[in-house]
């Protein structure tokens, strides 16, 4: 039972603190634009709990889902090949850190240009964000693959792509899982400001609405909304990489222990 309560009461006890510290920081507060812990959560079952989660929600998860996914694919392929090719490698690097260096957020305007005020525009947003850490973390991962490991590959003749699925990808896969921890904040970041700008549903479409109008408490929701929705993406991808690197976390607590 204490194995079971310890966790919990470790993931709870920060949260739990500090909303009895606004709790008691707003008692008799009057500031409109302040909102007090009770008000926010019956203003988010009111706001949330219903259409308006279809109708911002759900397209706001969809495009998430699909930029971040499409990101994670590209890097980790691209990221391989250019991994694998020091010529390739030598080629690209320029580009690379060029576009790199540009903040995804400025590609937008021109985006709405050239695909309109679609799905898509948004999801290429989050896309040309939220690749590169994957991209780069997959080419260092690659580029870092044991040279004794290697050896051994090529004297048991393991070439081509058997030597990619049973030696490049698992000696790659803890960068290329730090590269996804990093996108999926970036695509989450993206997703909101590119709703803001040229959207007519989803999370970043409604706060902004909100703000327009005055609505803070329902702004306030929309925030908390996104919040939990990071939450729970990383839960998600805490549970995806405690199965995909089982055996890393196994083989250094075993280093730590020796």
């Not at 920081?25 to 259409?51: S, Y």
């Not at 889902?65 to 990101?71: D, N, P, V, Y």
């Not at 109008?213 to 929705?229: K, R």
Request: proline share 6%.
């Amino acid at each position: 039972m204490r194995k079971i309560l310890s966790p919990i009461g470790f993931a709870l006890g920060l949260p739990i603190v500090l909303i009895v510290i606004w709790y008691v920081a707003t008692l008799g507060a009057t500031n409109p634009f302040v909102p007090k812990p009770v008000e926010l959560v019956q203003e988010f079952g009111a706001v949330w709990f219903g259409d308006r989660f279809v109708g911002d929600v759900v397209p706001s998860l969809w495009r998430f889902a699909a930029g971040t996914t499409i990101a994670i694919v590209l890097g980790i392929v691209l990221g391989i090949a250019v991994g694998l090719n020091r010529g390739l490698r030598a080629f690209t690097e320029p580009v690379f850190e060029f576009f790199r260096a540009l903040p995804p957020p400025v590609l937008i305007p021109i985006l709405a240009l050239v695909l309109g005020r679609t799905d898509g525009m948004r999801i290429s947003v989050i896309v040309l964000g939220a690749v590169w850490p994957v991209l780069l973390n997959t080419i260092e991962g690659v580029r870092a693959t044991d040279s004794v490991q290697t050896e051994t590959s090529r004297s048991y003749g393991i070439r081509g792509w058997n030597r990619v699925r049973f030696q490049v990808i698992p000696s790659a896969m803890p960068q290329i899982i730090a590269g996804v921890r990093q996108s999926l904040p970036v695509g989450i970041i993206l997703m909101v400001i590119s709703e803001m700008l040229y959207a007519t549903a989803g999370l970043g479409y409604s706060i902004t609405q909100f703000q327009r109008q005055f609505a803070v408490p329902e702004m306030w929701s929309g925030i908390l909304m996104l919040g939990l929705i990071g939450y729970a993406v990383s839960m998600l991808f805490k549970l995806v990489e405690s199965r995909v690197l089982r055996w890393y976390h196994g083989l250094k607590d075993l280093e730590n222990a020796s």
